[in-house]
């Protein structure tokens, strides 16, 4: 085991500098731009532009400036936001829990609707039911979700005016963050009426966001549910005599979920990449959101510390579920 | 073999036809109803592309200055000029999703163009040299995937600044590891059979090796990969569009129309967000109909239960 951890974490470590890489020559591309944008008076001689350059590091040879950055990445250090001047990483750990908690729920929707749709879609293969879940699947994985979040709106804010259009909370209540995670910090604060008001505000934005995950799972789930049916084990089972509830929740779903766990966990990077649509729509105030935002307030340090948080995040997330996986099925972890 | 014929009458091949490979993929595919409703689709969304003159009544960027917000005739409207109804600047919605639909496929077509071609030969170089040059390749790639497509999409339109262009550039990089990883590992698969030493024994070269003897035995999957990248492409395009980074207003392309609509999701104007996004998930429907189609058809090693 020690030995797959090794090498598992050995293989990361060019990945993680390619995308260290990638972040550095994003900013070095950009503040090339940034001297003369930021200089933009007129009658700005030689000689200062030179000087500034110099004051930015970008006269030294290109793998000195390299290394300093991956010397500053190393540290924890990913610049200042040009807008607010403050830390990159702080306001990144400050708005990433919002994020968090909105994935978290939409991947419960995702697997509380799609596991057993996919199950089910199995069971009954090539019944109208069957065919409805799979076509409702493949809509779902083709679908805008920008514009799937439109349509949602418009039915259940406008309409039925059942669900609210933006942010996290209702304006009525102020929260002191505490965990970052409003459902948690409203059931701690004094005012629990505004944990329904904080579970208001998730539901549209997290249906929109478990929709592609939903319909990943569901189709994961019956294709790998209808692979361990036909295997002997599960004819032995039923030759046994064991009853066909049996057979099917406890021999056949077992096995049947380890495909199924790792898709899920897969989904981290679909989900964060979700988020900066599905936060830029209803004003979620994530990491997603954020991002667009610095994009369009041309805040360069932040896009680039941004980017290479969500790449680390999902090598993370990653690495976590090859490392559960080999924990689950021996056999992955006792190859090569 | 003119000396002495054989006195046995043989069998002829009119009397027992050979299998033809086309008519072989043609029968299974056909079998898939939904990817001949994908077909068809894309079929007729290809004809409005083309021949979008003819098809859209009205030029894109044309404003009826006395038809703001009119509803489609067959809902409360009352002007059979605008089929799907009219923006807040007096544009014709239809007219504008056929316009934008010869943008879609062009975006589609290009991006995959660009990355088929430079991922196959990024993939037959990595499958045939290994070693260095190979290492090199796909840890360039795994850099690649180790970003969600559309936030590395995100990232380098936000270097290159957003354009159509720019988009399609970054949809085309984002989508390149899928096609050197399948092409290297088809490749890989292939170099270890017999015919493939057998013409390196008869003499063949390096490039008459990739390109003669192997790719054509790699083009199964491609096509399938290529058939679903259409639908990334597109959907990916949309949202780069939807998101202002993309194509920018007041170009007629599907996401940046819905990003232009947005404002009228609260007033009850729905027409106008509702159109341009069933158009894209249409086209994105169809698009993955037709690669399931041809998986299934193509390919029975991957074919889904």
Known sequence: MLRFLS????????????????????????????????????????????????????????????????GQVVQGDLGKSYVTQRPVLDEFVELFPATIELSIVAMIIAIVIGLPAGILAALTRGSIFDHGVMGA???????????????????????LGLTPVSGRLDVLYYIEPATGFMLIDTLLSDEPEAFWSALHHLILPSIV????????????????????LSEDYIRTARAKGLSPFRVIWVHALRNALIPVVTVIGLQTGTLLAGAVLTETIFSWPGIGKWLIDAIGRRDFPAVQGGILLIAVTIITVNLAVDLLYGLINPRIRHQK | MTGAAPSTPTV?????????PLADFWRDFSRNRGALAGLLFILLITFAAIFAPIVAP?????????????????????????????????????????????????????????????????????????????????????????????????????????????????????????????????????????????????????????????????????????SLGFSSAILDAAA?????????????????????????????????????????????LAFNLLGDGLRDALDPKLKER
């Open chain 1, 7 to 70: 090498s598992r974490l050995l293989v990361l470590i060019p990945t993680l500098l390619g995308v260290v890489l990638l972040a550095f020559f994003l900013v070095r591309q950009l503040h090339g731009d940034a001297v003369e944008a930021r200089s933009g008076e007129r009658g700005i001689t030689a000689e200062q532009l030179a000087e500034r350059r110099q004051a930015l590091g970008l006269d030294r040879p290109l793998h000195e400036q390299f290394l300093t950055y991956l």
């Open chain 1, 137 to 159: 699947a493949l809509t779902g994985y083709s679908m805008p979700i920008f514009w799937w979040a439109i349509l949602l709106i418009v039915l259940f804010s406008n309409i």
């Open chain 1, 209 to 228: 966001l478990g929709t592609i995950p939903l319909a990943v799972i569901a189709r994961m789930t019956r294709s790998a549910m209808l692979e361990v």
């Open chain 2, 12 to 20: 002829t091949a009119a009397t027992v036809p050979l299998p033809s």
């Open chain 2, 58 to 226: 009205h030029a894109a960027d044309v404003q009826y200055r006395d038809s703001f917000l009119v509803p489609p005739p067959w809902a409360g409207g009352n002007d059979w000029r605008f089929l799907l109804g009219t923006d807040d600047v007096g544009r014709d919605i239809f007219s504008r999703i056929v316009w934008g639909a010869q943008l879609s496929l062009l975006i589609g077509v290009i991006v995959v163009t660009v990355s088929l071609g430079f991922g196959v030969l990024l993939g037959l170089i990595a499958g045939f040299m290994r070693g260095t040059v190979d290492q090199v390749i796909m840890r360039l790639m795994d850099i690649l995937m180790a970003l969600p497509s559309l936030l590395l999409a995100v990232a380098i339109v936000a270097v290159l600044g957003p354009s159509l262009v720019n988009a399609m550039i970054a949809i085309a990089i984002v989508v390149l590891p899928h096609y050197v990883r399948l092409t290297r590992a088809t490749v890989i698969t292939e170099l270890a059979k017999d015919y493939v030493t057998a013409s390196r024994i008869a003499g063949a070269g390096l490039w008459r090796m990739m390109i003669i003897v192997v790719l054509p035995n790699c083009l199964a999957p491609l096509i399938v990969q290529a």
């Open chain 2, 240 to 284: 780069l569009g939807f998101l202002g980074l993309g194509a920018l207003p007041p170009t007629p392309e599907w996401g940046t129309m819905l990003a232009d609509a947005k404002k009228f999701v609260q007033s009850g104007h729905w027409w106008v967000v509702t159109f341009p996004g069933l158009a894209i998930l249409l086209t994105v």
